[in-house]
C-alpha cells in the first residue's frame, strides 16, 4: 500500500498536462513554417546553397517544435535532454566522419 | 519462517516512467536508422548535384506539401488526445485518434497517387525509363523510393498501434491514471512526423 500511494504521487509530480491552446499553438508556428520553405524554395531559386541552408534550418526549428511540445520533451525529466544530446553528438560524429572519408579520397 | 519481503510492484506490473523510457530509447534507434539514409543522401546529393535537381522536378510540389499539413495536423490531434485523456475526458480522446488515423489514411493515400504517377512513368528501380536514366538521376529515384518507402511503413505501423491503443480505450485498460500506450503511440507518431519534416524539402524542394 506504502509503495502504491508513493507510485502515485510522483506521477502527479512529474505528470504536465499540455493545454490544447498550447498544441494548437504548436501546429499553428509548424504550419507557417512549412508554407515558409515552400515559397523560400520557389522564389529563391539562385540561391542555391543558400536555400539548402534555409531549409535545413527551418526543418531542424520544425522539429525541435515537435519535440520540446507535441513530445512534451520541455517537461520530461532532464535525462531525456541528455540522451537526445548524446543520440544528436554521434549522428555529428558520423556525419563528419562521412564528410572527412569523402574530401580525402 | 516467514517471508516479509514482498516486490515492490506486487500486484501490478506496470511502470510509467521506464514505459516512457523505453519508447525514447526505441525512438533514438530510429533516429539513427533514418540518420544512415540521410548520410547517403547527402553524400550523393553532393557527388550530384545537378542531376538530383532535374529529377527532383518530377516530383509534385502541392502533393508534397498537402501531405506536409496532413502528418502535422495529426501530429497535433494526437498530442491533443493525450491531453484530452490525462483530463478523464475519454469520448474525446478516442476521436481524436481516430481522426489521426484518418489524416494517416489520407496520407498513404496521396503517397499512393504520387508513386503511381512515378510507376507510370517507369521511374521505380528496374523499369526501362528508370534504366535509361543518367546514374545521379538513377540515385535520387532509389533513393527517394526507399525512403519515403520506409516512412510510409512506419505510418502503417503508426496507424495500427493508434487503432490498437483506441480499443484498450474503449475497454479501460487505458485510462486517465494508465495513459503509457497512448503516450508512446503519440510519440511514436510524431516521430513519422519528425522524420516527414526532413524528407520533404530534401526530396520535393531542391532548388
Same mark, same amino acid.
Given at each position: 500500500?506504502?509503495?502504491?500511494? /508513493? ?13 490544447? /491552446? ?35 534550418? +527551418?526543418?531542424?526549428? /520544425? ?14 525529466? /532532464? ?5 537526445? +544530446? ?12 562521412? +564528410? ?6 | ?30 533516429? $539513427?536508422?533514418?540518420?544512415? %539514409? ?14 538530383? $535537381? ?30 484530452? !485523456? ?12 481516430? $481522426? ?30 528508370? @534504366? ?10 532509389? %533513393? ?8 510510409? %511503413? ?9 487503432? #490498437? ?11 486517465? @491514471? ?13 516521430? #513519422?512526423? =519528425?522524420?516527414?519534416?526532413? =524528407?520533404?524539402?530534401?526530396?520535393? !524542394?531542391?532548388?
Amino acid at each position: 500500500m506504502d509503495h502504491k500511494e /508513493k507510485n502515485t504521487e510522483q506521477l502527479q509530480e512529474q505528470e504536465h498536462i499540455s493545454s490544447y /491552446k498550447e498544441h494548437f499553438g504548436t501546429w499553428a508556428a509548424l504550419i507557417l513554417l512549412t508554407l515558409m520553405t515552400v515559397f523560400v524554395s520557389a522564389f529563391g531559386a539562385d540561391l542555391s546553397t543558400l536555400t539548402v541552408a534555409t531549409a535545413m534550418l +527551418i526543418a531542424t526549428v /520544425k522539429a525541435l517544435a515537435v519535440a520540446l511540445y507535441f513530445m512534451h520533451l520541455k517537461y520530461e525529466a /532532464k535525462i531525456y535532454r541528455a540522451w537526445l +544530446i548524446v543520440v544528436m553528438a554521434l549522428f555529428v560524429f558520423f556525419l563528419f566522419m562521412v +564528410i572527412l572519408d569523402y574530401l580525402t579520397r | 519462517m516467514e517471508h516479509a519481503f514482498v516486490l515492490p510492484n506486487s500486484g501490478h506490473n506496470w511502470d510509467a516512467k521506464s514505459s516512457k523510457m523505453g519508447m525514447w530509447l526505441f525512438l533514438f534507434t530510429e533516429l $539513427l536508422l533514418f540518420g544512415g %539514409l540521410f548520410l547517403v543522401y547527402m553524400v550523393y546529393r553532393a557527388l550530384n548535384p545537378d542531376a538530383f $535537381l532535374i529529377a527532383s522536378f518530377e516530383l509534385n510540389v502541392y502533393m508534397g506539401t498537402v501531405n506536409t499539413l496532413v502528418l502535422l495536423t495529426s501530429s497535433m490531434t494526437i498530442a491533443m488526445a493525450i491531453t484530452a !485523456l490525462q483530463k478523464g475526458n475519454v469520448k474525446l480522446a478516442i476521436t481524436l485518434s481516430w $481522426l489521426t488515423i484518418l489524416a494517416a489514411i489520407a496520407f498513404l493515400v496521396i503517397k499512393y497517387f504520387e508513386w503511381g504517377s512515378k510507376f507510370e512513368h517507369g521511374l521505380f528501380p528496374g523499369m526501362d525509363h528508370y @534504366d535509361s536514366l543518367p546514374l545521379g538521376e538513377r540515385l535520387y529515384f532509389y %533513393l527517394y523510393f526507399f525512403m519515403t518507402g520506409l516512412h510510409a %511503413l512506419h505510418v502503417i505501423v503508426g496507424g495500427i498501434f493508434i487503432g #490498437v491503443v483506441i480499443y484498450f480505450m474503449r475497454t479501460g485498460h487505458v485510462n486517465k @491514471d494508465k495513459i503509457s500506450l497512448l503516450e508512446n503511440s503519440g510519440l511514436y507518431w510524431h516521430l #513519422v512526423d =519528425l522524420i516527414w519534416i526532413y =524528407l520533404f524539402p530534401l526530396f520535393y !524542394l531542391i532548388h
